[in-house]
């Protein structure tokens, strides 16, 4: 099998960073996580702050054994894989070598492309500029929308009205536009009390 052959069977994947850290945002924040960032996105947010990781040829491609050896140095045993968008591949054959050493797996995806993997979390952030793979829906432990503009809100109901019923649903201020959208955000929560809001509190720690 040649190295493009891996790649599209998920034993081959392009990193673009892999670290350990903290949790910053969603259901899960606060706990240490090792994040393995993948190379590639063609989701397109105005706004992404990791647009450096949206050509997936830039960044080394790593052997699925590779990837989990070097996370298994840390003692955290949360792993998230992120991106990029991570669904453009298939990450079975690495959420089922990180399950056989130990992590629990967590995923960030914009669901726009169809789902693969074996996840304990996974955290579904639909995005404007590309709609979501319907086989996201039943898989979203999380759903977190990101607010950058009032029509957002409906956005966020639309993707609610979707996922199964034991989704947890979040809010979260895009960095750039928190002091213009926060108020109502809050608002938002305190009138629709099934929504939480959450915030990226590794940029208030100046942490990745
Ligand atoms: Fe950036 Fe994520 Fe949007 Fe892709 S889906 S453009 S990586 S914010």
């Not at 996370?71 to 669904?87: D, Q, R």
């Not at 070598?97 to 952030?125: M, Q, Y």
């Not at 938002?188 to 720690?205: A, C, E, G, R």
Request: hydrophobic residues 40%; neutral net charge.
């Amino acid at each position: 099998m040649d190295k493009k052959q891996k790649i599209e069977e998920g034993l081959m994947l392009p990193v673009m960073e892999a670290f350990y850290t903290v949790q910053g945002e969603g259901m899960h924040a606060g706990n240490p996580a090792y994040f393995i960032r993948l190379g590639g996105c063609d989701v397109g947010c105005v706004w992404c702050d990791v647009k450096e990781s949206w050509e997936a040829d830039k960044w080394p491609v790593l052997a699925i054994e590779e990837i989990v050896g070097k996370a298994l140095v840390y003692p955290g045993k949360m792993v998230v894989i992120t991106g990029g968008e991570p669904l453009m591949y298939k990450l079975g054959p690495l959420t089922a070598l990180l399950k056989e050493r130990g992590f629990t797996t967590h995923i960030e995806t914009s669901g726009a492309h169809p789902f693969s993997g074996n996840f304990d979390w996974v955290c579904f952030s639909p995005k404007k500029f590309k709609a979501p793979h319907p086989s996201i829906y039943d898989h979203a432990d999380e759903l977190k929308v990101v607010i950058y503009h009032k029509s957002d809100f409906d956005f966020a109901e639309k993707h609610a009205a979707l996922v199964n019923k034991a989704c947890k649903k979040l809010i979260q201020p895009e960095w750039s536009k928190s002091s213009q959208m926060l108020q109502s955000i809050i608002n938002y929560v305190k009138n629709h009390p099934d929504w939480k809001i959450s915030l990226q509190t590794h940029k208030f720690m100046d942490i990745p």
